[in-house]
Nanobody, 123 residues
């Protein structure tokens, strides 16, 4: 059974960097595209960045979000630089279990989601 598990969330001070992990089981992160999203209660899930299968091309909505992949660990990472209080949210990784090479920055392009990890930015 395909499963994604996020980790690395917690409390972080404004201006710092934070790195989240998305570890997969039952699927290979090198075979399917992976995206990172976040959601604040009462708002729609927001796409942040994604990584494709083909040549590991990436897309991002903000240069502060850096996505990377370690196939040997079957893990995809999200690094956020210069975090702000408005970055407070639940962060999710997701994938689509189909042979599409190029990733997309929309939630309906994904069919398998992790449970999320809370990130709180405060001083």
């Amino acid at each position: 059974q395909a499963r994604l598990v996020e980790s690395g969330g917690g409390l972080v001070q404004p201006g710092r960097s934070l790195k989240l992990s998305c570890t997969a089981s039952g699927l290979s992160v090198g075979r399917y595209y992976i995206g990172w999203f976040r959601q604040v209660p009462g708002k729609e899930r927001e796409a942040l960045t994604c990584i494709s299968t083909s040549r590991s091309g990436t897309k991002t909505t903000d240069s502060r979000y850096i996505i990377s992949r370690d196939i040997s660990k079957n893990t995809v990472y999200l690094q956020m630089d210069s975090v702000k209080p408005e970055d407070t949210a639940i962060y999710y990784c997701a994938t689509r279990l189909a042979d599409y090479r190029e990733c997309v920055l929309r939630a309906n392009g994904y069919d398998t989601w992790g449970q999320g990890t809370q990130v709180t930015v405060w001083s």
